[in-house]
């Protein structure tokens, strides 16, 4: 991993990333609940920051939905991060054989409201072909195609909250077999209030505690005794993926180094929920350490997928315990109290981690779950990790991991 | 000129079982019969109303056989395309001689475009309606792995389950996706395919691009004016010959190679060039080792726009250079439609099942072969043609273009051995 670019309701950027999770605190805004939510529930949500000018000149972002102006905002970003300018975009250039792959969960969620809004409202006949084509999940994957010139494979990956990690490691297999120099990987998401209610209607999010101010603003509260869901968020994310050789070769800095990947299914899992399928997915998990030659216990430093969801918190923190066994587990981080599910935001927190980047207490925990037995970072200076996994549990049954390695062992 | 291969050859992945649902029916024989004839099954269709819309022809699936919805748990609860998805797994599972609970050596690998889209139209039509009340939990069905998660639940399957959502080249790019990873030793058997059904996002979508044909579409034919949507599902078992062998499975075929490439071009309109379409083609060659010249036929993505067939031959032409003009050339869409998210998994099966039956199935259509693109269109009736390779070939929106390449099985090296 050679570049970061990054999206969320913490800003563009990095070290805008760095500082919320230095804080620890999530930047929420509210949420317009005036067409579809009940009354009480979730109200606020992570959003991302759309002053995305200095990425993308208005005149290309009027051709985008907000989700692919995000993901192209952040494929810059990467790419300049890792040196490599802001694409391939000069005339007579070659073009790169560089591949794209995205994840996203819902798709660009606010093209296909729209569009089904003109279809059903007004008439088929008013249906908009902007809004056709950019409510397709692969909009904007191709849209950073088109504004990078890449032209590798171009994937988008659908599988809910561990698409962010299959994509990297889609992309890092585009680069080991051969097929591309470079991969841009990552993951897109935004939140409409539609999207926002559905998520709350179905128990997912995290609630105000009651009426008193001080309570009003809801929290994610990873591995906690009291959580009840997650933060709603979006954004994008962009990683710049290359093979070693090509990357020392230009001199490049090396952030990370992906070790491995792998994925897994808890078939008990119900279409929205979360399984009981905590040996299966340890075995499996166990399966990817093994890929990269090592074994839990090299571990240095966990990045949970963790939300706050009830029974997501309880599937992760019992497949870690069953991979480990009886041995105590690194130290965990669990930034997406900070960061919101969705939209990349904890991908690009989990390369932090990677390069040593100081973190805050872990949002929202305050009371250890027995159950669980897992207490998250609590902050202060944590060891510059050599290995380090990253999680990401799914509703619907599938979970990733991904290995990522210290940039001065790659 | 690549090595030879042998049948014990870690790379060498083939086809023990297929399934299949569309506008010809429930499992494979509907779909072979309605290619062999030369059928087509885009006609008036009751799916949804479509009575304001610019079009009104589609390939809907029937009412499944009776028996059918018995056989799987909750079908009353399931999307349309979920129900597509798990009949054609279970087909293809049962001709593989396999049956659940699959395990972690086994993975799931699915395309799809619009997953529960049409059960999520549903919160829409009741929004329209005056005095409706619509239930959010209509849209819990919307998201596009539903189909793939579905097969990984029914089948219990414990290895990885992933889904593509790259438009019309999603199941292309499943099947991809399911051979790198038996190639690497991730599984040992592979679920791949798509499914998708038919909505009125995406019939309203392509319209409002007057990229819908008012009657059946009519791939690579002269004055041809627009596509036709289909919907149904695709389902290959996938395994390492060696272990087929080993546990005495019957391969049908073998999935030779794979291949992408992005014209990083537009978001809707082809590179008229072909240059991306071309090199998808040429990664799959490849990928499957297999020289241009060995190829016998190919099933063209042919959606029957004036742009895209044009574009597409382009593509050809590159690849195969004079010798395009001789390869016999066929699209599936012109019988069952576009199958948007399982397009290239359905494709895929003809495919399959032109090698193994000796003839390539013809392109439903009438009128003449666009003077323009000199190619070798099959019609009429099938032609017979004991091939030994074939490419399919998908091409999306965005540019996201990918190939297969299928040959024949027992290829003619392990035929001399």
Redesign the interface.
Known sequence: MTGLGTVGAFGCGRQALEAALRSARPALSLVDRSLYHRTGGARRAALACRNLAGWVPPAEARRMSAPSRLAVAAARMALEDAGLGRGWTSPGRPPAETAVVVSTAFGPSSCTEGLLQQIFLDSPESASPFLFTESVANAPAAQIAIATRARGAGITLSQREAGPLLAVGSGAAEIALGRSRRALAGSVEEITPLLHAVLDRFGALARPRGLAEEEQEEVARPFDRRRDGFLAGEGATVLVLEEVGEARRRGARALARVAAWGSAFDSTAAPTGWGEGAAGLAGALVRCLERAGLRPGDVDLIVSGASGSREGDRLEALTLHAAWGEAPLPPVLAPKGVTGEYGGGFLAAALLAVQGVPFGPTAGFAEPDPELRLFPHGGGPLPTPRNTLVTSLAAGGAAAWLVLARPEAA | MGRMPTTSDSRRVVVTGVGAVCGFGWGVEPLETGLRAGATALLPFSRFD?S???THLAAQVPEPPSGVAASFPAWRRLTQADRFALFAAAEAVSQAGLAA?LG?AA??FFG??T?GMFE??LF??E??RKGGRPR??A??S?????PG??V??H?????????????CSSAT?ALG?AL?AIR?G?VEVAIAGGSDSLC??T???????RAVAEGPCRPFREGRDGMSIGEGAAVFVLEPLALALQRGALPLAELAGAG?????????APDPAGE?AA?AVE?ALADAGVAAGRVDFVNAHGTGTPLNDAAEWRALERVFGPRGRLLPLTATKGAVGHLLGSAGAIEALATLLCLRAGEVHPTPGDGPVDPALPLALVTGRPLPLRAEVAVSVNL?????NAALVLSRFPAPADRAA
Do not use: W
Not at chain 2, 155 to 167: F, K, N
Not at chain 2, 260 to 268: P, Q, R, V
């Open positions: 479509h304001r819309h610019r609970p972690p993975g799931v799809s475009s997953g999520t139209e829409y039509r929004l329209a959010l939990s849209l819990a919307q998201p596009v792995s539903g998660d579905a990984g639940r089948l219990q399957v414990a290895g990885p389950v992933r889904t593509i959502s790259s438009a790019l996706a790198d690497a991730e009125q996002l019939y309203a979508g392509f319209n409002s691009l992408s490439c992005c014209d990083a071009h537009h978001m809707t991306g090199a990664a999306a929106f965005g540019g996201s």
